[in-house]
């Protein structure tokens, strides 16, 4: 079958064996799958992102030496059944969390795994309990949007944000803006969004922004930041603080959030920095803010945002800016590098 593979460093394009699925596997097709920010992360970062893992003993452990196929925001259609599976037959059309249970009785992060090959390859082994079924009227491949969209409603659901408490997203990439979404779902109010790319502020409206910022017009990074907080200010109806979200993930954010933020924020930290950085404590002591770290999602997030893309409650539409082949994965990675280009990229293995 044919894979993008991350190979020393460089995304290339390979034939590798079929998968043959074992007990308590599934085989499906790749209908869609989504290119993750940390997938990008991965081309420059692997060999840190596999070191911070194993320190914290956290499950993206691979060996960065050798072949990746990625790939974890899946919508699958299953083609065969392994030993042992009942419940799942072939022809169901799925969102799948991007897991599969191994020989040994453990389990594999597809797009992070050496022996499992993600969702750029035109097919994976899955774990049978990982399908969700897309509901009627979703278009399939809107709904490998299932997974990042779960990533932006964990945040908001791990913040302690409440209806009608004002929030300010910094970042409107694919997480910010599936926070964004998240908070509107929830019923945040105001939610200000800031970014410097025009088509992504103009996206973090649709997604259900009151108010977005342009920090480029700013003089510096904290006069840039100071525009959420002064909309914050002007439009929210009370004095609660609001929830501040950082979903750039670059070096100084988290600082300067810590020295922007008004007193008494919570900032919720979804972007992921692969560089050390530095913050100033005494912010945040002296302004009591709270921190709080976030990852992933929860089983119930995740079907709880399939059908938020199916009810239209999320425009998952409006997010996918192309679709490509496997044999285009390299450039749309090099593509998705400009933020003006492109939001989310789906690779369609039989779509072109």
Request: net charge negative.
């Amino acid at each position: 079958m044919k894979a993008a593979v991350l190979r020393a460093g460089a995304m290339v394009i390979d034939q590798l064996d079929e998968p043959v699925p074992g007990p308590g596997q599934v085989l499906a097709a790749t209908v869609a799958c989504g290119i993750c920010g940390s997938d990008l992360h991965t081309v420059d970062h692997a060999h840190e992102l596999v070191a911070i893992s194993q320190e914290v003993d956290g499950a993206m452990v691979f060996d960065p030496d050798q072949d990746l196929v990625m790939g974890h925001e899946l919508a699958v259609e299953v083609l065969e059944v392994g030993p042992g599976v009942t419940g799942v037959k072939p022809g169901l059309t799925a969102a799948a969390m991007p897991a599969v249970p191994t020989a040994d009785g453990g389990r594999a992060v597809l797009g992070y795994d050496n022996q499992y090959p993600g969702g750029y390859a035109e097919r994976v082994l899955v774990d049978p309990m990982a399908h969700i079924p897309v509901p009627n009227g979703l278009d399939p491949t809107i709904a490998a949007l299932t997974e990042p969209m779960a990533v932006g409603l964990h945040a908001v659901n791990q913040s302690s944000i409440t209806r009608g408490q004002a929030a300010i997203v910094v970042g409107a990439g694919p997480v910010g803006l599936a926070v964004i979404a998240a908070l509107a779902i929830a019923g945040a109010e105001p939610i200000i969004a800031s970014d410097l790319s025009p088509r992504r502020r103009d996206l973090a409206a649709r997604m259900g922004a009151h108010v977005v910022v342009d920090p480029g017009t700013a003089t510096d990074r904290r006069a840039g930041f100071a525009l959420s907080t002064e909309a914050w200010a002007a439009s929210a109806p009370n004095p609660t603080p609001p929830v501040v979200f950082e979903a750039v993930g670059v070096p100084g954010m988290l600082d300067l959030a810590m020295s922007g933020a008004p007193s008494g924020s919570e900032l919720v930290i979804v972007g992921v920095c692969m560089a050390p950085d530095q913050i100033r404590p005494a912010f945040g002591i002296m302004k009591r803010l709270s921190l709080r770290f976030v990852l992933g999602w929860t089983p119930e997030e995740f079907v709880a945002s399939l059908h938020h893309l199916a009810d239209g409650r999320i425009d998952g539409r409006a997010l996918v800016t192309d679709e490509v082949p496997i044999d285009r994965v390299p450039e749309a990675f090099a593509a998705l590098g400009d933020p003006d280009d492109h939001i989310k990229i789906l690779v369609t293995p039989d779509r072109r």
